[in-house]
């Protein structure tokens, strides 16, 4: 079974693809899965001596075209505590798609089953998905966590942060779908720029 702890990743260039991530971690043992954020990650080994192992030897190598040191250590746990606390939003942030196939378009048709949507925005490496209603945005997060997109198991949280509320809000609809409504859910949380948490 794979631990529950993963191990942060961070300080590499935004650029860096999950595959080179897979690639450094690999040699130190089975990887369940990588969950991509913007600009650092989590990687969830399937053995935690495997993963202590490879903190010990990535910790501090230099990658990338800037030769920057990454920083990897154990996620921290009270992070991950506070992340099961977030309230949850009607605007989901998605990650973990193929940046060169995937469209809006698409992102749209994996998410209208489970409401009307007002927008689908892709920015970089992530996207955003704003449901009109609560219990639809939450049941979509529930169902769509770790589903399979073009062949790409995407990673879905709740938008938590000040900024990324603001942002909700001050962003006009731009698409709207069908309304297939199914219901409720449980929350989880968004990602925090350079911060060592679930």
């Known amino acids: 079974m794979p631990i529950e702890r993963p191990v942060y990743v961070g300080n590499y260039e935004y650029e860096m693809p999950e595959n080179e991530i897979h690639k450094m971690f ?3 043992g089975d990887i369940d899965r990588i969950d991509m954020k913007t600009g650092f990650c ?3 080994m399937k053995d935690d001596r495997e993963a202590e192992r490879a903190i010990r030897k990535l910790d501090g190598r230099e990658v990338g ?3 920057r040191p990454l920083r990897v250590q154990w996620a921290k746990t ?4 506070r992340k099961r606390e977030i309230a949850p939003s009607t605007t989901l942030f998605v990650v973990n798609f193929d940046l060169a196939r995937t469209r809006e378009r698409d992102l749209e048709r994996h998410f209208e089953g489970y409401g009307p949507i007002k927008r689908v925005e892709i920015k970089r490496s992530y996207a955003f998905v704003q449901f009109e209603d ?3 945005a939450m049941y979509a997060m529930k169902k ?3 589903s399979n997109l073009l062949g790409r198991t995407i990673t879905v949280e709740y938008v938590q942060n000040e900024a990324g509320r603001r942002r909700e809000r001050s962003l006009s609809p ?3 779908s069908r309304s297939r409504s199914p219901r409720r859910s449980f929350s989880r949380s ?3 720029r350079g911060s060592p948490s679930v």
Request: charged share 50%; no cysteine.
């Open 26 to 28: 690999y040699e130190y």
């Open 42 to 44: 989590f990687v969830y």
């Open 65 to 67: 075209y800037k030769r």
């Open 78 to 81: 009270k992070d991950a505590d």
């Open 134 to 136: 609560l219990e639809d």
């Open 144 to 146: 769509t966590n770790f």
């Open 174 to 176: 731009r698409r709207r």
């Open 190 to 192: 968004p990602p925090r």
